[in-house]
T-cell receptor, first 113, second 114 residues
Framework: GESVGLHLPTLSVQEGDNSIINCAYSNSASDYFIWYKQESGKGPQFIIDIRSNMDKRQGQRVTVLLNKTVKHLSLQIAATQPGDSAVYFCAENRYSGYSTLTFGKGTMLLVSP | DTAVSQTPKYLVTQMGNDKSIKCEQNLGHDTMYWYKQDSKKFLKIMFSYNNKELIINETVPNRFSPKSPDKAHLNLHINSLELGDSAVYFC?????????????FGEGSRLTVL
């Protein structure tokens, strides 16, 4: 379970709303930017990635936007469901024969029925 | 079928003890990782092996020693455990040729040092 006083940034939404989770990154040399979802008691799970030469990518109910000018990444979740409640992490990857991921601080998404 | 499996899931031990966490992946991936997640949920890379060869060794106390007997296994041994070692340790794997950053994580091993 979660620790008391975790103090993660938290986004609370109602079921059916659209959610936007934001992330600032630091390394302009990153090749890919990735979003992971971590449910309570489980390991992080890949959601979607975007290559550094793109500015938008869509998946099923999710869209990732990349703004390299201000080094900003966002994850949009359409029609948020209670099962989307989790901690979301952005990560940067610099690939040199193997992946080197640097994770950002997480954001907790709470979806109320 | 569990893709990345770690054992044990929970580990409670006294300061000063030595303990090991094991990890196995059945995905045929070339690269395996150990990450540490602290109480604030911050995930930090500790080690990475590619085809049994150490390729990432972050600033981690030398009390932590990874071992990869083959490319499907990456174990983590910790000597002289300290209170600050309490965390959740995640094993992960990725295909060696994929540059996207898609890692496959295990369920984590929660270590509590008393």
């Amino acid at each position: 379970g979660e620790s008391v006083g975790l103090h993660l940034p938290t986004l609370s939404v109602q079921e059916g709303d659209n959610s936007i989770i934001n992330c600032a990154y630091s390394n302009s040399a990153s090749d890919y930017f990735i979003w992971y979802k971590q449910e309570s008691g489980k390991g992080p799970q890949f959601i979607i990635d975007i290559r550094s030469n793109m500015d938008k990518r869509q998946g099923q109910r999710v869209t990732v936007l990349l703004n390299k000018t201000v080094k900003h990444l966002s994850l949009q979740i359409a029609a948020t469901q209670p099962g989307d409640s989790a901690v979301y992490f952005c990560a940067e990857n610099r690939y040199s024969g193997y992946s080197t991921l640097t994770f950002g601080k997480g954001t907790m998404l709470l979806v109320s029925p | 079928d569990t893709a990345v499996s770690q054992t044990p899931k929970y580990l409670v031990t006294q300061m000063g003890n030595d303990k090991s966490i094991k990890c196995e992946q059945n995905l045929g991936h070339d690269t395996m990782y150990w990450y540490k997640q602290d109480s604030k949920k911050f995930l930090k890379i500790m080690f990475s092996y590619n085809n049994k060869e150490l390729i990432i060794n972050e600033t981690v106390p030398n009390r932590f020693s990874p071992k990869s007997p083959d490319k499907a296994h990456l174990n983590l041994h910790i000597n002289s455990l300290e209170l600050g070692d309490s965390a959740v340790y995640f094993c992960a794997s990725s295909p060696g040729t994929a540059g996207t950053g898609e890692l496959f994580f295990g369920e984590g091993s929660r270590l509590t040092v008393l």
